[in-house]
């Protein structure tokens, strides 16, 4: 809470410019993944696509931020990271799609974009043993090989992060998955197993689809509501500036 976002310039060196940035975690967390797409788009370091990004040169670069928010406990997460203070309305504001999760199936070999973001909040980090890279930059890895199943779902993916999946590509770790979620890790070379269990916001949530359904009704009108009393508020201080309203289109929320 005593934390303020700080921007210091250090020009000590004529050569170089050191900027030092400090930020809340969730904010943070929401620039590096920008910053680290446009890098990866354009294929250049961090410190480039930052000048780029400032420059508005970087085109077309899509980034999904994914938020998860309990409406039975009001708790959210921007990925593993757990919203406090003003953040979680912050971020609400933010929203633009909104989905409820449930495991499913998919025909091709690619998982949706929901279907990442379902894997991810369950799995919170990369599910080798010892890794904690963020799940949300991790692969949606198929459990068994693909070629055996081409009709898998969510219930058969699990996230990896890069280098662990180039690990059990090249057959050095065999992964179980338990239906509870749990992985049991195996490792050819010494023949040790590992357990691991999810740790993101939907680890423990009831992801069957009868329930999701209920509760789908419940987030529109929930979200819609707090979207009113944003548009609102803005109104009311554009007016209060001598400003002409701005006029919000009021689309309805994609499911
Ligand atoms: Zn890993």
């Not at 294929?43 to 000048?51: E, L």
């Not at 670069?61 to 997460?77: A, Q």
């Not at 197993?193 to 423990?204: K, M, R």
């Given at each position: 809470p005593d934390l303020s976002p700080d921007f210091t310039i250090d020009t000590t060196d004529t050569d170089y410019t050191v900027f030092q940035i400090t930020l809340p975690t969730d904010e943070a967390i929401g620039a590096t993944r920008i910053i680290d797409a446009i890098a990866t788009a354009h294929n250049t370091s961090r410190a480039t696509a930052f000048t780029e990004l400032l420059h508005g040169t970087t085109g077309e670069v899509k980034v999904t931020l994914n938020c998860y928010r309990n409406l039975d406990t009001g708790d959210m997460h921007l990925e593993n990271h757990k919203l406090t203070g003003i953040a979680p309305d912050t971020w609400m504001r933010r929203v633009t799609d909104l989905t409820v999760p449930s495991h499913s199936t998919h025909h091709g070999r690619l998982a949706t974009e929901a279907q990442k973001a379902l894997i991810a909040g369950i799995d919170g980090?990369?599910?080798?043993?010892g890794c904690d890279n963020p799940a949300a930059t991790a692969d949606a890895d198929h459990?068994?090989?693909?070629d055996n199943n081409p009709h898998t779902g969510t219930r058969e993916m699990q996230s990896l992060c890069r280098r662990c999946h180039i690990l059990k590509t090249l057959g050095l770790t065999d992964y179980t998955r338990l239906t509870d979620g749990t992985t049991i890790v195996s490792s050819i070379d010494d023949n040790h197993t590992v357990t691991t269990v999810p740790t993101g916001p939907?680890?423990?949530?009831?992801?069957?689809?009868d329930r999701c359904l209920a509760h789908k009704t419940r987030t529109r009108k929930e979200h819609q509501k707090l979207r009113d009393t944003w548009n609102y508020i803005t109104r009311c201080a554009f007016q209060n500036v001598g400003a002409s309203a701005i006029i919000v289109e009021e689309a309805p929320i994609p499911f």
């Amino acid at each position: 809470p005593d934390l303020s976002p700080d921007f210091t310039i250090d020009t000590t060196d004529t050569d170089y410019t050191v900027f030092q940035i400090t930020l809340p975690t969730d904010e943070a967390i929401g620039a590096t993944r920008i910053i680290d797409a446009i890098a990866t788009a354009h294929n250049t370091s961090r410190a480039t696509a930052f000048t780029e990004l400032l420059h508005g040169t970087t085109g077309e670069v899509k980034v999904t931020l994914n938020c998860y928010r309990n409406l039975d406990t009001g708790d959210m997460h921007l990925e593993n990271h757990k919203l406090t203070g003003i953040a979680p309305d912050t971020w609400m504001r933010r929203v633009t799609d909104l989905t409820v999760p449930s495991h499913s199936t998919h025909h091709g070999r690619l998982a949706t974009e929901a279907q990442k973001a379902l894997i991810a909040g369950i799995d919170g980090t990369c599910r080798a043993p010892g890794c904690d890279n963020p799940a949300a930059t991790a692969d949606a890895d198929h459990i068994h090989r693909y070629d055996n199943n081409p009709h898998t779902g969510t219930r058969e993916m699990q996230s990896l992060c890069r280098r662990c999946h180039i690990l059990k590509t090249l057959g050095l770790t065999d992964y179980t998955r338990l239906t509870d979620g749990t992985t049991i890790v195996s490792s050819i070379d010494d023949n040790h197993t590992v357990t691991t269990v999810p740790t993101g916001p939907l680890a423990h949530a009831n992801l069957t689809f009868d329930r999701c359904l209920a509760h789908k009704t419940r987030t529109r009108k929930e979200h819609q509501k707090l979207r009113d009393t944003w548009n609102y508020i803005t109104r009311c201080a554009f007016q209060n500036v001598g400003a002409s309203a701005i006029i919000v289109e009021e689309a309805p929320i994609p499911f």
